[in-house]
């Protein structure tokens, strides 16, 4: 109950700095940053080093998404997803993302045990994670800089193996907190559980492939490439 009132008091303070900038999407800067908060907070109670190491893996991506989405976002339009949800936005986004932050947040919350070989397999699993949304982000934004692109789809580098690699390596990485995290604390998986459920079913896979809806280029595109996890291309 204590990781749940940090994060309320945290999405609230976003909230009104979202008032004040008057955009909602920065909704997305807060939610890398807001898990580095959670786990130092557990920290602070349950000083292990499972969660010890899960801080220093919560943190090298956090600030890297937080960055990355900043300069992705920086002098542009608000990102049309949030353009819906002007009129009730505290409970829409911010009061809605700090609840899934929360669920999110449960193999950090109840991380109990000392570490293990299947801990230290988790790690290899966030690596992996990481190098792919990384990598994916990395090669989106130099394809999106080349004003030849303008227009195209990104075919090339992780995205001719998976149509949204960044999501996938978002996946994996929390999958591997789990797993660093685990012992007897099975319930936890209720976190990369949820994760996994929001990026394919709701908010992330799902809404950009709408928008892509007709556009031929990347009905192709749809034929050739898996949708999520990573393999080689149809013919």
Request: net charge positive; hydrophobic share 50%; charged share 15%.
């Amino acid at each position: 109950m204590i990781t749940a009132l940090v994060i309320w008091v945290y999405m609230t303070g976003w909230y009104f700095l979202a008032l004040l900038k008057k955009r909602n999407d920065i909704a997305d800067i807060a939610w890398g940053l807001g898990f580095i908060l959670v786990t130092v907070v557990n920290l602070i109670f349950n000083f292990i080093p499972k969660l010890f190491i899960s801080l220093i893996l919560i943190s090298v991506w956090g600030i890297r998404l937080a960055v990355h989405i900043y300069h992705r976002n920086k002098n542009k339009p608000e990102d049309y997803r949030y353009q819906q949800w002007k009129n009730d936005a505290y409970t829409k986004v911010f009061v809605t993302q700090g609840f899934f932050m929360w669920l999110i947040c449960w193999p950090i919350i109840f991380s109990a045990g000392s570490l293990k070989l299947l801990n230290i397999f988790g790690i290899l699993i966030w690596l992996i994670g990481f190098y792919f949304e990384s990598t994916a982000d990395s090669q989106l934004k130099k394809f999106i800089q080349n004003p030849k692109n303008k227009g195209k789809i990104m075919q090339t580098g992780l995205w001719a193996y998976s149509r949204h690699p960044n999501y996938f390596g978002e996946v994996t990485m929390w999958w591997g907190i789990w797993l660093l995290n685990l012992s007897s604390n099975w319930w936890s998986i209720i976190g990369p559980l949820t994760i996994t459920f929001l990026i394919t079913k709701v908010s992330g896979v799902p809404l950009l492939e709408k928008k892509y809806e007709g556009n031929l280029e990347f009905q192709n595109y749809k034929k050739k490439v898996s949708v999520f996890i990573p393999w080689c291309p149809k013919k």
